[in-house]
């Protein structure tokens, strides 16, 4: 049998249609695959970004809270340290809106306007414990321990100070500061990322006073009600001595760029209701996004959260 007579077996394989059919749907799995992994990178990284943001908020407010209820605290258990009425003093609670305030000025003297959405200024003071050194049961806002006054002559000097404000680092990065006093005044950072800090003062307006606010004001409200009182019996009759609550809320946005939706949004800062009947006359209690006029600074990319707590006062004076 010659070659040419052999059985021919029959050829098998890969037709080029069947090859290109072959090689796109390879491609399209490894697309799938890499969508699939971009995405559950991006949630991870919202998620991540998210928990920061909440744990920043978390420990700003926890903060603030600390603060505001020493405020008005007076010594009345130690027979050795000065007992003094908190209506001789300056009021326990006070603040300034959209202010700003340099770090190492005295107090809230020579307050700038706030460029950081108009942000605001909460002042807190209270008399420290401890004859001598402090005994850390009284902290101003950066955790240090504030003594009890040495004498009645003294006491408005050695009172504990705790100051909030926005303001901008060398990189342009909005930080909510804790600025307090100790041999000098100082302040540090408590909150990255703060984007507009904005406070209302809770007033107990009843007679008699039942400790419960009656109603909300911002600060310019309550020193326009101090406008007529006589100099020199402000500290006694002013309306922040009426405090007994203190409303804060903080817009904070993330550090990285995980937001997915790029669509402008509006933050309510104190509540839609407030914001579309007081909103105009209380700026950065709404901000929209579509408004920013540099979106280099204030990115679409970034999370935002709006944050906010009520805290009562423990000492309020009535």
């Known amino acids: 049998m010659t070659r040419s007579n052999l059985p021919q077996r029959d050829q098998s ?3 080029i249609i069947e090859l290109m059919i072959a090689l796109v749907l390879g491609m399209l799995v490894i697309l799938a695959t890499t969508v699939l992994v971009i995405a559950s990178k991006s949630t991870e990284a919202a998620q991540n970004d998210a928990t920061v943001m909440r744990d920043t908020a978390r420990f700003a407010l926890d903060n603030i809270a600390r603060s505001v209820r020493q405020a008005g605290y007076v010594t009345y258990g130690d027979p050795s340290v000065p007992v003094i009425s908190q209506k001789q003093m300056t009021p326990a609670i006070m603040g300034l ?3 700003t305030v340099a770090a190492t000025s005295y107090g809230i003297d020579l307050p700038k306007k706030s460029n950081n959405h108009s942000s605001d200024i909460l002042v807190v003071r209270f008399f420290g414990s401890g004859s001598g050194a402090a ?3 009284m902290l101003n806002c950066a955790g240090f ?12 000097l050695e009172r504990g100070w705790s100051i909030y404000y926005v303001a901008n680092d060398r990189h342009g990065e909005p930080h909510l500061y804790c600025k307090y ?5 100082t302040a540090q950072s408590i909150a990255q990322g703060v984007e507009s800090f904005q406070v209302l003062y809770g007033l107990d307006t009843s007679n008699p006073p039942d400790g419960v606010a009656n109603q909300y004001l911002t600060a310019t409200e309550i020193n326009q009600l101090d406008a007529d009182l006589p100099p020199h019996d402000v500290n006694r009759l002013s309306h922040w001595q009426k405090v007994v609550a203190v409303k804060v809320a903080l817009l904070i946005r993330g550090t990285g760029h995980s937001r997915a939706d790029r669509t402008p949004a509006t933050y309510y800062l104190f509540g839609e209701n407030y914001g579309k009947t007081k ?5 950065g209690t709404v901000i929209s996004e579509s408004a920013l006029a540099d979106t280099q600074t204030t990115p679409l990319t970034q ?4 944050y906010s707590a009520t805290i009562p006062l423990k000492n309020a004076s009535q």
């Open 135 to 137: 005994d850390g049961s």
């Open 13 to 15: 394989g890969l037709s």
């Open 303 to 306: 999370l935002r959260r709006v």
């Open 145 to 156: 321990g504030v003594p009890a006054p040495t004498s009645q002559s003294g006491a408005e």
């Open 279 to 283: 909103g105009h006359a209380d700026p």
């Open 97 to 99: 809106d959209a202010s």
């Open 181 to 185: 006093r100790d041999t000098h005044f």
